[in-house]
């Protein structure tokens, strides 16, 4: 992938200025419990600051799933929609990744960081049950 690729799927993906802080007023004034209450442990900027670096790790984690998938496309992979219906247990499975390459068939679970919501990585293959 070319640099120019790389970044314009970044900018696309980590769309920041304007349109995150009228997202973020948008949902302080619909949702103002959630940033501020009795039993709240932080205080507003806090949680305001917590809000803004969490959704930038999510736009992150799927900017990386989105440049892992077109790896995996210039190198010879076939790639699968993310989605898996399972019709004996009438559910619909999500994959970060889902490919087939060498006659085998891969299913990839993406982490950006080890400590975030571990109980997820030992309940992903008991999905397929």
Do not use: C
């Not at 799927?9 to 004034?29: F, Q």
């Not at 559910?91 to 990839?108: C, M, P, R, T």
């Amino acid at each position: 992938m070319k640099y120019e690729e790389f970044k314009k799927m970044l900018d696309e993906k980590m769309k920041v200025g304007s349109d995150l802080y009228i997202d973020l007023l948008s949902t302080i004034i619909n949702n103002p419990s959630r940033y501020t209450g009795l039993y709240r442990l932080t205080n507003v900027n806090e949680k305001i600051a917590q809000n803004i670096s969490q959704s930038n790790e999510i736009k992150f984690g799927d900017f990386m799933e989105d440049i892992v998938t077109e790896y995996l496309i210039e190198n010879g992979f076939q790639t699968y929609h993310k989605k898996i219906v399972d019709n004996e247990k009438n559910k619909i499975l999500s994959v970060d990744q889902l490919f087939a390459g060498n006659e085998n068939i891969y299913i990839v679970e993406q982490k950006m960081r080890d400590d975030h919501d571990s109980t997820k990585k030992s309940r992903t293959i008991y999905k397929f049950y």
